[in-house]
């Protein structure tokens, strides 16, 4: 009944994604509210598109957790742009200091989390949705054949992975827990990098430009700086499997940078 129920809202989201602007190339896509992603260093926008500000995280359910390679976002503590396209993005800022130690490839562990080496970065984006519904596979998973337009919240991290099991393991942010009042809910939630910038915005990834634009709301929790994580806990957690299927980290969209497809951040 699930995989039936997942399978028609991942249909009710591709008929909501048929919705993205066919603006010429170059041209900036009109009528859409705020985009993201967006360096979160920078408070303006003009976008007068408003919504009401997703609950807390704890007030919502997990829908999904997926990872992209190089940071989406730019910020304080990743600001050293990757390049262009679908690859590129930004580094975290040390992402050239590591120590040899920290840069070799883990020996005796099962390389489950394909494309990734130490010293990439990534950005990793925990999904809640105001829908009831289980952590899935894919945004479909973040809504249901009664709950086709839910609110979205977005928690994210980036982090540069390190050869160093004494840094931050990535088993401790996996899906965990399902609260008394029925909340789907991580084990935890990464801390000590910086108060979030919260902000309103959209759907990202590498389908979408400043011309073929998201329609989806979303409420963007941005920590501005990077964590070292433990590669190895990585490709544990991706080895074992996943009821997200995650398995190597996702493209990224280009920054928006265009002001009328930013929200002002207070």
């Known amino acids: 009944m699930f995989k039936t129920a997942t399978l028609r809202a991942a249909a009710a989201l591709a008929t909501t994604l048929a919705l993205i602007s066919t603006a010429s190339a170059g041209e900036t896509c009109a009528g859409y509210g705020p985009q993201a992603p967006r360096d979160i260093s920078s408070l303006a926008g003009s976008n007068s ?88 596979e894919g945004l479909g998973a973040c809504m249901s054949e009664t709950c086709t337009n839910p609110q979205l919240r977005v928690e994210s991290q980036v982090f540069l992975l390190v050869n160093d099991a004494r840094a931050l393991d990535f088993n401790d942010f996996a899906e965990g827990v399902r609260l008394d009042d029925g909340h789907y809910q991580p084990k935890a939630l990464p801390r000590g990098t910086g108060t979030p910038v919260v902000f309103a915005g959209s759907t990202t990834g590498p389908k979408y430009t400043e ?48 002001s009328e497809l930013l929200a002002p951040i207070r």
């Open 49 to 136: 598109r408003v919504f009401a500000a997703a609950p807390a995280p704890e007030a919502m359910n997990l829908c999904n957790i997926h990872t992209h390679a190089n940071a989406e976002h730019k910020g304080p503590g990743f600001s050293i742009s990757a390049g262009s396209g679908e690859h590129g993005g930004f580094r975290c800022n040390d992402a050239d200091s590591l120590t040899p130690a920290e840069r070799e490839r883990p020996e005796h562990v099962e390389h489950g989390f394909y494309g990734v080496e130490p010293g990439d970065t990534i950005e990793v984006h925990w999904v809640y949705s105001s829908c009831d519904v289980a952590p899935g």
């Open 211 to 258: 011309s073929a634009c998201s329609p989806l709301q979303v409420t963007w929790s941005v920590r501005p700086n990077c964590a070292r994580l433990d590669i190895g806990s990585l490709h544990a957690w991706a080895a074992k499997g996943n009821v997200f299927k995650e398995e190597h980290a996702h493209g990224v969209r280009q920054l928006v940078t265009t």
